[in-house]
């Protein structure tokens, strides 16, 4: 029944949308669901790359088969195991036994921890070729983009790289696969928010993937989420490359949590500071009503990040703990931090956003701020100075060291 989209010569889509799941892991918001690409190639032999989250199976197979028409599948490729792309491996194996699955010596291990798969297996070196006839590909490890087990596969007959979560972004594909045939500026966002939430703790790997890729002259990129590349390579590369090197745009996010409207206050007047110095991209987030995803997105993309919360339990503003939490573990490079907060009879955050600014080991203004109670003359005018001292830093161009040998 399914007429699959083609992607190129012998290449079909056979991905599906995911328009049902509310958060991805279990964790983050997808207001405009997910794909789980899958691309069947049909040669003299027939690879299907990756899968698809189980709960699509039924609409996956119908997929598949529409295309095989009586035809099997010889090779199943697995890029990543995840589930979201591994959920269907057994399903695959009850409608084609013969089917040999293809992966590293670490995903293998994993199909068989996950799935009890352990024949019919064909276990590929780094950059070993796999001849489907006509369509030679080629597997180049990547690790930690996003698991141990990553890989890519780069079909070389037609200059197809199949990237697995790399150049992914959320968001449904809505009647188009290709980037050529869609208005993809929904995606820009979302690839961002992707990359920070899912990707972000592994910037060393993505550059050392991205070293690694750069002698392939592919033409398309066909991820596991979003749209197929054609046209928009060079952006999305560039976009993959600025961020794993954590290097942000001119800009200043400020994060705050605020009980009763006086942390709120201090932040609109740093933002005044900042405002001030001429930074023009200024993102206040309410920690309590923005979800996270889109808060550390928006810490990958600018340079400038100020934090602000009042004292609770002798603590940090739950909120604001947790996403400092998040921040550490993505290990995120080279911003320039302020700080701020305040109490009501004894001041705990302030001490506790110093150990932060001490742990992440950033650029820092000189000036904090602490109020105790209302916000006064005093803290208003420090205030509007901490936003113009981190304004003045985020402005001082940082030096690209891609460009210093
Ligand atoms: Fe889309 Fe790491 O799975």
Request: hydrophobic share 40%; charged share 25%; with cysteine.
């Amino acid at each position: 029944m399914f007429q699959n989209i083609t992607i190129a010569k012998d290449i079909y889509y056979v991905g599906v949308n995911d328009r049902q799941k509310s958060k991805f892991e279990n964790m983050i918001p997808l207001p405009n669901g997910v794909s789980y690409n899958s691309y069947l190639i049909i040669d003299e032999k027939i690879a299907l790359i990756d899968t698809v989250d189980i709960s699509f199976g039924n609409i996956f197979i119908d997929k598949i088969q529409s295309q095989l028409k009586d035809r099997k599948i010889d090779y199943l490729i697995i890029n990543h195991m995840e589930p979201d792309h591994s959920g269907s491996i057994r399903l695959m194996r009850k409608y084609f036994p013969d089917m040999i699955i293809v992966g590293n010596n670490k995903t293998l291990g994993m199909v068989e921890g996950f799935y009890g798969l352990d024949d019919k297996i064909l276990e590929i070196k780094d950059e070993q070729i796999l001849s489907l006839g006509v369509h030679k590909l080629q597997f180049h490890f990547t690790p930690m983009v996003h698991w141990p087990e990553t890989m890519m596969t780069y079909d070389q007959t037609v200059k197809v790289l199949f990237s697995g979560d790399s150049f992914g972004a959320f968001g449904n594909l809505d009647g188009a696969i290709v980037d050529t045939e869609m208005n993809v500026d929904k995606y820009w966002d979302e690839m961002a928010r992707y990359y920070a939430n899912i990707v972000g703790k592994y910037g060393a790997a993505v550059q050392k993937a991205l070293k690694k890729l750069t002698p392939l002259p592919f033409e398309i990129i066909c991820s596991t989420h979003g749209p197929v590349w054609k046209e928009n390579i060079t952006q999305v590369i560039d976009i993959y490359d600025q961020m794993s090197r954590y290097q942000g745009n001119e800009g200043v996010v400020i994060v705050y949590g605020s009980m009763y409207g006086i942390t709120e206050l201090m932040a609109e007047t740093v933002a005044q500071g900042i405002a001030e110095v001429g930074i023009k991209e200024i993102i206040i987030h309410n920690v309590s009503k923005t979800d996270s995803s889109y808060i550390i997105r928006d810490i990958f993309k600018y340079r400038g990040l100020i934090v602000g919360s009042p004292t609770y339990s002798n603590e940090l503003y739950p909120e604001v703990e947790s996403l400092l939490r998040k921040i550490e573990i993505r290990g995120v490079k080279n911003r320039i931090f302020g700080y701020f907060g305040s109490f009501t009879w004894a001041g705990a955050s302030v001490k506790r956003l110093e150990t932060f600014m001490d742990t992440m080991k950033w650029k820092t203004a000189e000036i904090s701020v602490e109020e105790k109670q209302g916000l006064k003359i005093d803290n208003y005018q420090a205030c509007l100075e901490l936003g113009r001292q981190v304004a003045i830093l985020v402005k001082i161009p940082i030096i690209d060291e891609k460009h210093c040998g």
